[in-house]
């Protein structure tokens, strides 16, 4: 058994194989904050998840999949996922040293993912071990993609990132400098300290991780430019394909099905 339903009690550390996997077709879920003894890799054909860590915001796009080494308190929590797989890994096998990351999924690697989600929970081990090779090459060798934003973590900016974390726009530099009670010089020494960007860079980065987000999850364009404060859906238009490649309606497209 492996496809669940989004309901279904699930405790991945329970079993004692090398890998479990699970594959669900998700609605709206939030994961709460938790973690595994287990590695997991996380990933979507199709829909966006947001992974949210201690102090770090990532993005999971579509045919993209994110490796979270065990013991990482982490949450989950997605809309209109489809084609979910989550796959579970004992500590000792020999990709364990893998560092938190997003890793693009090439058809070859899909298709692995896609056959561990589905095999029996029963499984010899020693039926695993091919599969389990294949794996390990494929996410070793898989291009890493930067689609996170570190939160600085100076005390007199908690107050403000709890109200990003609900997904507050964040200001521009003046306007936080007003609202924080600390010189714009000094917020800007903070970003570069303890995120190595600059605000305007950093802000920029969770506009587009939102913007990514919201493209996703079917939002009009016009609103999307209104909600971020660009001047224009062309202006809009064009930051998105600035930094992605394509634009949003190709994103859209990509984000239901799960094509290239």
């Not at 997605?78 to 579970?88: F, I, K, P, Q, T």
């Not at 794996?135 to 709890?162: I, K, V």
């Not at 530099?173 to 917020?187: D, F, K, M, N, Y």
């Not at 079917?218 to 062309?234: C, H, K, P, T």
Request: hydrophobic letters at 40%.
């Amino acid at each position: 058994m492996a496809k669940i339903n989004p309901d279904q009690f699930f405790d991945a550390d329970s079993f004692d194989t090398p890998v479990i996997g699970i594959a669900a077709d998700l609605g709206l879920h939030d994961s709460g904050r938790h973690s595994h003894r287990r590695h997991q890799l996380l990933f979507s054909a199709a829909g966006c998840i947001t992974i949210e860590l201690e102090k770090t915001l990532c993005l999971l796009p579509p045919r993209r999949a994110a490796w979270i080494p065990a013991g990482t308190v982490h949450r989950a929590m997605m809309r209109g996922v489809m084609a979910y797989r989550s796959l579970y890994f004992s500590t000792t096998l020999p990709f364990s040293d893998m560092p938190l990351q997003v890793v693009a999924v090439n058809p070859l690697f899909y298709e692995v993912i896609e056959r561990m989600a589905f095999w029996s929970w029963d499984m010899p081990a020693s039926q695993q071990t091919s599969l389990i090779t294949v794996f390990s090459e494929e996410l070793h060798t898989a291009r890493s993609e930067n689609w996170s934003l570190q939160f600085p973590s100076d005390p007199r900016l908690c107050s403000w990132l709890d109200s990003v974390r609900r997904g507050e726009l964040p200001p521009r530099l003046s306007q936080l400098a007003h609202r924080v009670g600390a010189c714009e010089r000094t917020i800007s020494r903070i970003f570069i300290r303890d995120t190595g960007m600059n605000y305007q860079s950093w802000r920029q980065q969770w506009r587009l991780l939102k913007a990514m987000e919201l493209v996703a999850d079917g939002a009009n364009i016009n609103q999307i430019a209104q909600q971020l404060e660009f001047v224009s859906d062309s202006a809009f238009i064009a930051f998105f394909r600035q930094h992605t490649g394509i634009t949003p309606k190709h994103y859209s497209n990509k984000a239901r099905t799960g094509g290239e």
